[in-house]
């Protein structure tokens, strides 16, 4: 039970965003209004016309499903229903509600607050198990704890409520992620339990239905200033998608077919605004890390309406929502590896279903095969402490299962709106080296100051990293954000010039950017000057990077002009490895088993090597970089304006 709610906690901790993030702009984006176009201005009921056979429909088909599943599996999800038997529900007080905004703390209460509702999830996936009715007191048990909670939105995010951060304001309700996925959950256990509820407890689904009604329903429809719907202009990001999916699945599982010609084209107006933000290439620029909760999630709403629709609302024609679903192989490195630019760890599992979704939807057999061989790095793991994820994936279990796995490992990947490439050594396969860069500007979602940064691995492992990011606290989406280390440019592969590191912002950006690619070399061009404020002093820092799949190695170059000169620049290189001079002018890069993975030679007649440890505190990021990573930097010794910094890494001869 633990594990289940960790990983709970872990998914709804990675999606915190203050509202003061959020910027209200003029819209400049293409307005593709896909899923409002779907409707073609007629009412939902002419898509939908029978919501309560299509719900029947569905319910049944699951059943079915779950009743076949492997006796090993239930006997996993059994056990973690058992456990939930003996749970005693949490008190949330005012008091740990309130901590938040007195300490900072999110953690104390969000721990307990997830903990209901991961129980509750694996009380009736054991109910779906057995239907014995041996899990239907504490299921009531826990749907009572949750009604009577003053409000399902976390401290977090309260300061939605024009009151400001503190207690909720009863006489005002708003909708945050954690109020939208709380709905998904209830509504879920009503839907596959609804017969059950009412010998159990009588009133339980009345009162089910008034608090969806009060928390979800009612706002959303009187509601258009959220700003994660983007109704009035603002930039949105996965809080869009994921709460959107919630609520419409909330809607599909409870609602009369009267409620959806109401509510569901402003759930599909308030996603295309998600979907009109993105760019055509289909990067997301919050990480592959937060793919799982923004295309990965935008899958879902796409597949329910086209269910619930009996494939009248198809979306397979628009080749961009396919590029959304391609992004996350091409950003997968090796195993569990991701390139994790951003707010990110490099350890990564996106939902298998939702990636098979995509392959599925735009009939692309490397997102099928590669769901399968995610399914299989997630050992087949089914719900994770959440009933809405574990009924889609029971829903495609017996096809994530039986395909073959595959990894896709495509030889080169070029984002160019987001600016982001990967490429390797060959194609399929994780051997050798890979390297993933990056230009775009410090003005993107959960950005890092990380202009001209990369990323290297050998055999799909880390040697030349990005630090990722650390748990949540307030400070992550304040003003002082920035003051994180893991956030600044001197912490990633950047220069410090004259002192100065990047600034962020989004008019602080790379500019001159391009990607070539022949059959011998891929390179990709950048000048990063413009990612520094005025004080840096520089005129232009022209860095190219150069992978050679032949000869297994990658050339760092930097050309750069200072307007003058303060004191000396330092370019910055973070590695999980121990680092050793070889000799002068050459460095090594050793794991944690004696090998040598890397080399790096240098101009050691113009550069002082500095090597330094970073200790890591962080409970996120101690699993997967342990005590300490190691930053080498290199300090010029010329004041010349003008100079250039060549750096080779290759691997060891065998």
């Not at 209200?24 to 939908?48: D, E, F």
Request: net charge neutral; hydrophobic share 40%; charged share 20%.
């Amino acid at each position: 039970m633990k594990t289940n709610v960790r990983a709970l906690c872990m998914l709804l901790l990675i999606a915190a965003v203050a509202a003061t993030a959020w910027q209200i702009v003029t819209p400049s984006y293409p307005q593709r209004n896909y899923l409002t176009n779907a409707l073609q201005g007629k009412p939902v009921t002419s898509y939908i016309s029978n919501i309560a056979a299509w719900r029947a429909t569905q319910k049944q088909t699951l059943e079915q499903k779950i009743a076949v599943l492997p006796d090993s599996v239930k006997k996993t999800l059994l056990k973690q229903a058992d456990a939930g038997m003996a749970f005693d529900w949490p008190t949330l007080s005012d008091s740990l509600y309130l901590e938040y905004k007195i300490t900072g703390n999110r953690n104390h209460f969000e721990d307990k607050y997830n903990s209901r509702r991961s129980v509750l999830s694996n009380l009736v996936i054991g109910e779906l198990l057995t239907h014995n009715g041996k899990y239907m007191p504490q299921i009531v048990k826990g749907l009572q704890v949750l009604m009577e909670e003053k409000t399902w939105v976390a401290p977090a995010h309260i300061g939605m409520q024009k009151a400001g951060v503190g207690l909720p304001d009863t006489h005002e309700v708003v909708i945050d992620l954690y109020s939208a996925i709380t709905a998904a959950t209830v509504a879920a256990t009503q839907w596959m339990l609804y017969d059950q509820l009412d010998a159990a407890s009588a009133g339980m689904n009345k009162r089910i239905a008034a608090e969806l009604d009060t928390r979800i329903m009612q706002p959303y429809l009187q509601r258009s200033d959220f700003f994660w719907m983007g109704l009035q202009g603002q930039v949105v990001n996965n809080w869009n998608a994921w709460i959107n999916t919630n609520v419409l699945y909330t809607v599909l599982c409870t609602q009369q077919s009267q409620v959806l010609d109401d509510i569901v084209p402003k759930i599909l107006k308030s996603t295309d605004c998600f979907i009109n933000q993105y760019p055509e290439d289909g990067g997301c620029d919050e990480g592959p890390g937060y793919w799982s909760v923004a295309g990965g999630k935008l899958i879902r709403l796409l597949a329910l309406l086209q269910s619930a629709s009996n494939g009248k609302c198809n979306f397979a024609n628009k080749p961009l929502l396919q590029r959304m679903g391609d992004y996350i192989y091409k950003l997968h490195i090796a195993d569990n590896y991701f390139v994790n630019f951003a707010d990110a760890q490099p350890v990564t599992y996106p939902g298998a279903e939702s990636v098979y979704y995509y392959g599925s939807m735009f009939g692309n057999d490397t997102m099928t095969h590669f769901a399968a061989y995610l399914f299989r790095q997630n050992k087949q793991r089914l719900g994770n402490g959440s009933l809405v994820d574990f009924l889609q994936q029971v829903a495609m279990y017996d096809k994530l299962a039986t395909t073959t796995p595959g990894e896709g490992l495509p030889a080169v990947s070029w984002l160019p709106n987001l600016q982001v490439l990967s490429v390797r050594s060959k194609g399929g396969s994780t051997e050798g080296l890979f390297m993933a860069a990056k230009g775009g500007n410090n003005g993107e979602s959960h950005n890092h100051n990380d202009i001209g940064n990369f990323v290297l691995y050998v055999n799909g492992r880390p040697v030349i990293v990005d630090a990722g990011v650390g748990g949540y606290t307030r400070k992550t989406f304040s003003k002082d954000r920035y003051s994180i280390w893991t956030m600044q440019s001197q912490w990633h592969n950047c220069p410090t010039i004259n002192g100065v590191m990047q600034q962020d912002g989004s008019k602080f950006k790379a500019t001159e950017v391009s990607c070539k690619h022949t059959a011998q070399q891929t390179r990709l061009d950048m000048d990063i000057a413009g990612a520094y404020p005025p004080e840096a002093m520089v005129k232009s820092w022209k860095r190219s990077l150069v992978f050679d799949a032949a000869k297994e190695q990658v050339q760092v170059n930097d050309n750069y002009l200072l307007s003058e000169y303060k004191e000396a620049t330092r370019i910055h290189f973070l590695t999980c490895d121990q680092v050793n001079e070889a000799e002068p002018g050459q460095l090594t890069f050793t794991n944690t088993k004696g090998k040598v993975q890397l080399l790096l030679k240098y101009d050691a007649g113009n550069y002082t090597a500095s090597i330094e440890p970073r200790p890591i505190d962080d409970d996120k990021m101690k699993p997967t970089w342990g005590n300490s990573l190691y930053r080498v930097s290199f300090i010029t010794k010329s004041h010349q304006l003008q100079g250039s910094a060549g750096f080779v890494f290759s691997l060891p001869v065998r």
